[in-house]
């Protein structure tokens, strides 16, 4: 099926989010006119005045959609665009069961009916989900690929419902939206024009450029980051030496746009990863900056004894789908944790 061009325009929702700010960038600096839709009038205001900085106006247009899990929520948003790019569904700090699941499942399903039903002109849907959908708890050190599921959360959250564990619940949203995605899709994907691709990150870290106003607002993930490297908390070797995977959100954002680029990335879920981590490798790489990178706190150096051997990581992703469809050259933890820290710096934090 046919890919976007120079020139198509993109809907990227929730465009003023974490991910979706690199996603309407990179889409504008490639040449693509972007439709983002934000929730706020506020909202409008700052995208608008950001992109334009950069000389971008006339590329964007920002439309207000309210609630995303309303019915029919996109109907007009996709009307005329030739391509999709649905990020609204973050990472939420409180876990509440039917907030959860409403934002993720009614976001995803609701927007691909849109398409189905008012997208004339669509080539390419792609869709964020995320690792959580993917991994389930092992007591042993597990590489994940594309063929997992992660059926246990979900199974717990039908049984306990709001009593479920937090994490639980975020996991099995993101399950059960993501896989009600591929119904829709497979059931309607004869009568489109249409291919839908999903990305799939693990923990997504790396510069913010969306409108935040403090550290107290930052996005979940990366106010995990900055507990762990930057806060002045206690820390223990315990909690350094715990382990995962991760993507720069840069890295993240542009795994979007190459999959509504290459043609065989539709159709595709895809994992997008750098590798894994563990927290004390942020710290070392933070210690090991100039101190006029981020001269406005003072680095704890954590455990560095727990480098003393090779890190084992205790879930990773096999990347081998990555590498043979988009093949992104991913920032190391070092590149990441500079170009993070000069963004705070920036910001005065």
């Not at 964007?60 to 009307?79: G, Q, S």
């Not at 935040?212 to 980051?225: E, F, G, I, R």
């Not at 084992?312 to 070092?334: G, P, Q, W």
Request: with cysteine.
């Amino acid at each position: 099926m046919p890919t976007i061009t120079k020139g198509d325009k993109v809907l990227v929702s929730g465009a003023n989010g974490y991910i979706a700010m690199w996603v309407t960038r990179l889409l504008l600096e490639r040449g693509y006119a972007v439709r983002g839709t934000v929730r706020k009038e506020s909202e409008v205001k700052f995208l608008k005045d950001y992109f334009t900085a950069l000389g971008y106006g006339t590329m964007l247009e920002v439309v207000i959609v309210e609630e995303i899990c309303r019915e029919n929520a996109f109907d007009e948003a996709v009307k005329g665009v030739d391509a999709i790019a649905h990020i609204a569904a973050p990472f939420h700090k409180n876990y509440l069961h039917n907030e959860m699941f409403n934002s993720a499942f009614q976001g995803m399903v609701g927007i691909l009916k849109s398409a189905i039903k008012n997208g004339t002109n669509i080539k390419r849907v792609v869709a964020t989900s995320s690792c959580a959908a993917v991994m389930s708890p092992n007591e042993n050190s597990t590489t994940f690929n594309e063929d997992d599921w992660d059926i246990a959360a979900a199974r717990e959250v039908k049984e306990k419902g709001s009593k479920a564990p937090p994490m639980q619940i975020f996991r099995a949203s993101k399950t059960l939206a993501e896989k009600g995605a591929w119904r829709i899709w497979e059931k309607h994907k004869s009568e489109i024009s249409w291919e839908l691709t999903v990305i799939v990150p693990p923990f997504v870290f790396g510069p913010p450029i969306q409108n935040v106003t403090s550290v107290k607002t930052l996005n979940a993930s990366l106010q995990m980051w900055y507990d762990a490297v930057i806060a002045d908390i206690p820390r223990t070797k315990k909690a350094l030496s715990v382990s995962n995977s991760w993507v720069d959100v840069r890295d993240n954002a542009l795994a979007h746009v190459l999959a509504l680029e290459k043609r065989e990335a539709g159709g595709e879920r895809i994992i997008t990863t750098a590798g894994g981590f563990n927290w004390q490798e942020w710290l070392d790489a933070a210690n090991s900056l100039p101190f006029s990178t981020f001269p406005s706190h003072k680095l704890s150096p954590g455990f560095p004894e727990i480098l003393n051997e090779k890190p084992s990581y205790h879930v990773t992703y096999d990347k081998s789908k990555e590498e043979r469809i988009l093949a992104i050259k991913f920032h190391t933890i070092l590149e990441t944790t500079r170009d993070t820290l000069e963004e705070f710096t920036r910001r005065g934090w």
